[in-house]
């Protein structure tokens, strides 16, 4: 449910670290990362996460897959973190609704904004289909938190610790593309 | 064509108390009738997500056997799990599917293509270790044991009859209480 448009903004890269990311990912004991490519993450956090051998990377052809296999993966104590992009989390909003939500399990999501502008606020993004997500997010009662930059990436490990110890859902926004380094 | 409730009490005969079985819909409801017990995962959410929760179980407990009854309604609306289990490739996904040709849950209005897809033939291209099709009980009840010895993953296509007008407290699958039994037993078996 990708989709690759090309955009001045969303090319410029800086200010957020992929490997930083990559190893907040790694102390928050995430043994699972479960993904769809996402134009966002692509080089600089999936790639990379490709290439190591923990934490294991479960390709997937649909994001709400995703959210049944991590969903199977919290039952078994076992830390899963789903990498999709908006537009995937907005086909989803079903599967997170009822799974997520209405089971209150911790699926924790990070999701790339698509063509989101650097620096820009997502509801204030002239893309409609970044603007809407925070506030579909609202709706369903879900914590979010928006990482944009390095300063960004301590919330990372807490907010999964969180979710894991309320047992409940979060989604950590990709405000613009990490570095691979 | 094979009655449904059948075909599971052949399969019960071959389950033990450690593997984790996910009944759909109707199944569900004939499987917890048959054959009550703790490792049953009954809560998948909708629209056809219990392949993707039982690929999700077997990742996580690569020690227990993962039994999805899935139904043919509900792996037309997710059928590129099928690529994504194969992919992943545990040993211990055994995927079954009831197919009946109906949305038995939602009114028994026919599937897309009743009677004419070949899952077993999508699951084997999609990449499963194996795929097998029964139509015959007895086929079927000689067979299963050693189709539950295979390496997995496995995907077994059974054609039943449907079970006609559903009148079920769907409410019972979904709430807490069927949940965290699932999450205490195996909790319990670590």
Redo the contacts between chains.
């Keep these: 449910m990708n989709l690759q448009l090309p955009s001045a903004g969303d090319a410029a890269v800086g200010g957020l670290s992929g490997s930083r990311i990559i190893d907040a990912i790694k102390a928050s004991r995430i043994e699972f990362v479960v993904s769809v490519p996402d134009i966002t993450t692509s080089e600089g956090l999936l790639r990379p996460l490709a290439r190591e051998r923990e934490p294991r990377l479960i390709r997937i052809c649909k994001e709400d897959e995703g959210v049944g296999i991590c969903a199977g993966l919290a039952h078994c104590q076992r830390r899963a973190l789903l990498l999709i992009q908006n537009t995937g989390l907005l086909d989803s909003v079903n599967a997170v609704r009822g799974v997520a939500v209405e089971y209150s399990l911790p699926i924790c999501m990070m999701v790339g904004l698509l063509e989101k502008e650097p620096g820009v606020r997502p509801q204030q993004s002239k893309r409609y289909g970044v603007r809407i997500v925070e506030p579909i997010l609202d709706a369903m009662g879900i914590a979010h938190h928006l990482i944009e930059d390095d300063s960004d990436v301590a919330k990372i490990a807490p907010t999964i610790d969180d979710a894991y110890a309320r047992s409940r859902p979060v989604v950590m926004l990709i405000g613009r593309r990490p570095a691979a380094s | 064509m094979m009655k449904s409730d059948e075909c599971l009490k052949a399969l019960m005969r071959h389950v033990s108390d450690d593997d984790i079985v996910l009944p759909v819909y109707s199944t569900a409801f004939d499987w917890i009738a048959i054959k009550p017990r703790p490792l049953n ?1 009954l ?5 056809g ?13 690569p020690d227990k056997r993962v039994i999805v009854l899935d139904g043919d309604g509900s792996l037309l609306m ?1 059928i ?2 099928l ?2 289990a194969a ?2 490739g545990p040993k211990n996904f055994f995927h079954f599917v009831c197919e009946n040709g109906t949305y038995e849950a939602n009114g028994g209005h026919p599937t897309p293509g009743r009677g004419l897809v070949d899952f077993a033939g999508l699951a084997r291209a999609a990449g499963y270790r194996s795929a097998h099709t029964f139509s015959d009980l007895q086929n079927f009840e000689q067979r299963i044991g050693a189709v539950l010895a295979e390496q997995g993953p496995v995907f077994v296509d059974l054609k039943v009859a449907p079970s006609g007008p559903q009148n079920r407290d769907y409410t019972m699958l ?1 709430g807490p209480t069927a ?1 965290q039994a ?2 205490d037993a ?2 319990a078996r ?1």
């Design positions: 995962y809560a998948h959410g909708a629209m997500l219990a392949s993707s929760h039982g690929l999700g179980l077997a990742l996580g407990r997710n590129g799990s690529v994504s992919e992943a979904h949940r699932f999450k195996l909790t670590i």
